[in-house]
């Protein structure tokens, strides 16, 4: 079982950049496709982006893309979200997620396919 723990949320200005990174624990994280979803109050958990185990393959959602980039350091058994040009409607509270299933190069963007979560940070984007 693995552990997950967000950091790096905070409040941003429109048109600035925030990086989030997940630290897993318990686990290696190359035993693991990650994803990043987001929530805002009153609305569903949302796909953002994920990547395959190795890091070799990426998904986004179309609304990040080409503005968020989804990385990891199997190494520092890390995963980090940069999000670049934040708009308000990037305010939500982002979580990275685990996916134990060996898919090979398939990535999949609903919350069903992950398996572990974890608590999650927020960001705020004023405009």
């Known amino acids: 079982q693995v552990q997950l723990v967000e950091s790096g949320g905070g409040l941003v200005q429109a048109g600035g950049s925030l990086r989030l990174s997940c630290a897993a624990s318990?686990?290696?994280?190359?035993?693991?496709?990650m994803g990043w979803f987001r929530q805002a109050p009153g609305k569903e958990r949302v796909f953002v982006a994920a990547?395959?185990?190795?890091?070799?393959?990426?998904l986004y959602a179309d609304s990040v893309k080409g503005r968020f980039t989804i990385s990891r350091d199997n190494a520092k058994n890390t995963v980090y979200l940069q999000m670049n040009s934040l708009k308000p409607e990037d305010t939500a509270v982002y979580h990275c997620?685990?996916?134990?299933?060996?898919?090979?190069?398939?990535?999949?963007?609903?919350?069903?396919?992950?398996?572990?979560w974890g608590q999650g940070t927020q960001v705020t984007v004023s405009s």
């Open positions: 997620a685990a996916d134990s299933v060996n898919r090979g190069t398939v990535l999949y963007g609903y919350p069903n396919a992950y398996d572990y």
């Open positions: 318990g686990r290696t994280l190359s035993s693991y496709a």
């Open positions: 990547s395959t185990r190795s890091g070799g393959g990426t």
